[in-house]
T-cell receptor, first 116, second 114 residues
Framework: GAGVSQSPRYKVAKRGQDVALRCDPI?????LFWYQQALGQGPEFLTY????????KSGLPSDRFFAERPEGSVSTLKIQRTQQEDSAVYLC??????????????FGAGSRLTVL | AQSVTQPDIHITVSEGASLELRCNYS??????LFWYVQSPGQGLQLLLK??????LVQGIKGFEAEFKRSQSSFNLRKPSVHWSDAAEYFC????????????FGKGTSLLVTP
């Protein structure tokens, strides 16, 4: 596609529910990143995929967070047993380059998660 | 510890006035430096980046930024602001030769008045 597509754009979950957020990166982009943006804050790194390999998951806040990219294209971020502190915008970004600090990222519009 | 600081949470400028948004970083090695802009309900868009070479870099929408190693700064400037520039601006730093993550500042919200 022309850009990075994320769905759903908005998700309201009751505390304890599981949620799944989808990211469809730009076709052919090798690198895919997930970031979490809390209200009034800058994005914070969650995890990085190079094709289907998850090379860095150091930013995932707990073992309730799980991400996958099984075929090296679409990625899903899953949050189990959601808590109120999980409320945030989850941003997906992709890049045609191999992962590094020099990656120029194209971001999706984000999925806004509200946990009640 | 690596950090990125944007000292100004909010800035208000009049349309047509000049703009400077500040960014300071603390990194152990030569960093890669970025400015992204985020409009409401939109993803982040790259304005410009600095990797090496000329310390004054030009970006889209008439923005420029200057890397000053001695001050650990990468301030964003625009000579004449347009109402459409109202948005959230984020400075970000990437590590050289290690790591995949960009480290973002907390952002500066720009309001443009008539």
């Amino acid at each position: 596609g022309a850009g990075v597509s994320q769905s759903p754009r908005y998700k309201v979950a009751k505390r304890g529910q599981d949620v799944a957020l989808r990211c469809d990166p730009i076709s052919g982009h090798v690198s895919l990143f997930w970031y979490q943006q809390a209200l009034g804050q800058g994005p914070e790194f969650l995890t990085y995929f190079q094709n289907e390999a998850q090379l860095d998951k150091s930013g995932l806040p707990s073992d309730r967070f799980f991400a996958e990219r099984p075929e090296g294209s679409v990625s899903t971020l899953k949050i189990q047993r959601t808590q109120q502190e999980d409320s945030a915008v989850y941003l997906c970004a992709s890049s045609p380059q191999m992962g590094s600090g020099a990656n120029v990222l194209t971001f999706g519009a984000g999925s806004r998660l509200t946990v009640l | 510890a690596q950090s990125v600081t944007q000292p100004d949470i909010h800035i208000t400028v009049s349309e047509g006035a000049s703009l400077e948004l500040r960014c300071n970083y603390s990194y152990g090695a030569t960093p890669y430096l970025f400015w992204y802009v985020q409009s409401p309900g939109q993803g982040l868009q790259l304005l410009l980046k600095y990797f090496s070479g000329d310390t004054l870099v030009q970006g889209i929408k008439g923005f420029e930024a200057e890397f000053k190693r001695s001050q650990s700064s990468f301030n964003l400037r625009k000579p004449s602001v347009h109402w459409s520039d109202a948005a959230e601006y984020f400075c970000a730093v990437g590590a050289h030769r290690s790591g995949y993550a960009l480290n973002f500042g907390k952002g500066t919200s720009l309001l443009v008045t008539p």
